[in-house]
């Protein structure tokens, strides 16, 4: 689980662990420094949960996960307000949508992989061949048409 490795305790880091997390703190670089390398290190790591597989049981760890993280890396940065934890949070949402407003949901977001996409229809179509075909055939569509 990424969320496990990226918020476990310090005595379990490694000394590359720590270097990184020294790199951050505002007495060794200016803050403004801090806080752009805080954004893209948290930005890799929304696409790292974003990339995980998900089950049906695990959408609500998932929410939990993130919700988790986001208080965690609050007690390790200033950088106020996190960037973008709607990216996280609104395909966390999709999982909820019923087909018909999953099609239209994906016709409206850029800033997911086709890998990420292909993952969230899986999941929300565990139950049934019918509706992951469907909405894999309009993905690779909706893919053609955007080239």
Avoid at 41 to 66: S, V
Avoid at 93 to 117: G, H, V
Wanted: glycine share 2%; net charge neutral.
């Amino acid at each position: 689980m990424p969320v496990d490795l990226v918020l476990r305790p310090k005595h379990v880091l490694s000394d590359y662990d720590l270097s990184v997390l020294r790199v951050c703190y505002p007495q060794i670089l200016p803050p403004e420094i801090c806080n752009i390398l805080w954004d893209k290190i948290l930005r890799a790591c929304y696409h790292t949960l974003l990339d995980g597989k998900c089950t049906n049981e695990g959408r609500a760890l998932m929410q939990l996960d993130f919700r988790h993280f986001q208080v965690k890396v609050e007690s390790l940065t200033r950088l106020r307000p996190l960037p973008d934890p709607h990216i996280v949070e609104t395909y966390i949402k999709a999982y909820y949508l019923p087909e018909n407003s999953l099609e239209k949901w994906i016709q409206e977001q850029t800033e997911y992989t086709p890998r990420q996409m292909m993952n969230l229809l899986q999941c929300v179509s565990q139950g049934s061949k019918k509706i992951r075909l469907n909405l894999t055939y309009f993905m690779e569509d909706l893919d053609l048409n955007r080239r």
